[in-house]
C-alpha cells in the first residue's frame, strides 16, 4: 500500500503543478496580449477603427466627385461583360 499512496501522490502532485503552470501560461499570454492591444498603435487604431497615423479630418476624406456616379460612366465606357456577344459559329 505504501508504494501505491506514494505513487497516487506524485501523480496528483505532478498534475496539480501542471495545472498551475497552464495556468501562469495562459495569464502570461493573455496579458501580453492584452499589452500588444493597448500599446501598439498599429492594432490598437485597428481595433478602434480609426485611420492611423492619419487624423480624421476632412481634408483627408476622399473627395466628393470620386464618388460621383455620373462622372464616373462619361469617363469609363460599359464594361464589356455586360454587352452581348453572339456565340461563335462553329465551321464543322
Not at 499589452?35 to 498599429?42: A, C, D, G, L, V
Not at 485611420?51 to 476632412?58: C, G, Q, T
Request: aromatic share 14%; with cysteine; hydrophobic share 45%.
Amino acid at each position: 500500500m505504501n508504494k501505491i499512496g506514494r505513487l497516487l501522490f506524485f501523480t496528483g502532485s505532478c498534475v496539480l503543478w501542471l495545472c498551475l503552470l497552464a495556468l501562469v501560461l495562459e495569464g502570461w499570454a493573455r496579458w501580453h496580449w492584452r499589452r500588444i492591444e493597448t500599446q501598439n498603435p498599429f492594432v490598437k487604431s485597428r481595433i478602434d477603427e480609426e485611420l492611423w497615423p492619419i487624423p480624421r479630418i476632412p481634408e483627408n476624406d476622399f473627395s466628393a466627385y470620386l464618388n460621383d456616379a455620373e462622372l464616373d460612366n462619361f469617363h469609363f465606357a460599359r464594361p464589356l461583360s455586360l454587352i452581348h456577344i453572339s456565340e461563335p459559329t462553329r465551321p464543322y
